[in-house]
């Protein structure tokens, strides 16, 4: 009989040990961002039946289960990565006991027949694609090559954008008030003399503003101008008029003006709202 060839690993401590390799590894999301997130809305993750299945099916050595956290893809809800002979298999909305089994069921397929296998009709719609260098499962084009540049910042210099035009006079509230009434025509709403956000991300535009220029990185005369060039953008496009998105136009305006804000950086803050890659929570 040949001699058992083991996978010896020389541990920190310098201990060799055997580490046992796997055929894969299946990955649930279970106290992510939404995954199991009842209070949010999303249904419970069957995380004990997950366990009591890898346990009864005697994959221990053969497929490992890691129950944990966040996986990435935080617009879904109850994701799986599945492992597997170097394949990568996601799927969402694995919440229930029929799934769980034919996530299970579908391992063992593909353990028996020694290959990657089609999903199961059960998990077809619930297969996607989370990894750049994948194709999706339907074939459809993706654009998404967003390459990183390792180093690449947008840094601020202190001599040419740090010069507050706060100066030492009035007190920030006064500052305000004399800066919105600057706006003449273009003023921001109000009700009842109080200022009026029909949305939080109104209400945040406005106070990057308005810090920022306390701040003397973005003077207010300077962005007033940019706001006004916006306000009238907008009327002679007609249609509806919505006041704060004149104001965000004229914000990121001055803010590429300055460089303090790249135009990749806006595209890719916008891309990872519009997806759901990113939410107010964050």
């Known amino acids: 009989m040949p001699a058992r060839r083991r996978n010896i690993v020389v541990r920190s401590d310098g201990r060799p040990v055997n580490v046992a390799r796997p055929r894969g590894q299946l990955f649930i999301c279970a106290t992510g961002c939404c995954c199991g997130r009842t209070e949010d809305g999303f249904p419970a993750v069957p995380a004990e039946l997950y366990h009591t299945e890898w346990e009864r099916r005697r994959l221990r050595n053969v497929v490992h289960l890691t129950i944990g956290g966040c996986l990435g893809p935080c617009a879904l809800a109850n994701v799986i990565l599945l492992l597997l002979d170097g394949e990568a298999l996601w799927f969402h909305g694995i919440d229930t006991p029929p799934l769980v089994l034919a996530l299970y069921d579908y391992i063992e397929a593909m ?3 020694g290959r ?3 999903p199961p009709a059960p998990l077809v719609p619930l297969q996607f694609t989370a990894s750049a260098w994948q194709e999706r499962p339907d074939g459809q084009p993706v654009d998404d090559h967003r390459p990183w540049r390792p180093g690449e910042r947008h840094a601020v210099t202190p001599a040419a954008h740090c010069q ?6 009035p007190d920030p509230e006064t500052r305000l ?4 009434g600057s ?3 273009a003023g921001v709403p109000r009700q009842n003399g109080e ?3 029909a949305a939080p991300w109104q209400g945040r535009v406005f106070g990057m503003a308005v810090a920022l220029s306390e701040e003397g990185l973005v003077p207010w005369e300077e962005f007033r101008q940019a706001l006004i060039a916006a306000v009238a953008a907008a009327e002679s496009r007609g249609g509806e008029f919505h006041y704060y998105e004149a104001w965000l136009a004229a914000f990121e305006r001055v803010l590429g003006a300055r460089g303090l804000v790249g135009a990749g950086e806006l595209e890719e803050a916008t891309y990872q709202f519009e997806f759901g890659e990113r939410d107010e929570v964050f």
């Not at 507050?164 to 006079?169: I, T």
């Not at 008030?177 to 919105?180: A, F, K, V, W, Y």
């Open 177 to 180: 008030h004399e800066r919105l």
């Open 111 to 113: 353990l028996a027949a």
């Open 164 to 169: 507050s035009d706060a100066g030492d006079g």
């Open 183 to 185: 706006l003449g025509l």
């Open 195 to 197: 200022l009026v956000f």
């Open 116 to 118: 990657p296998l089609p």
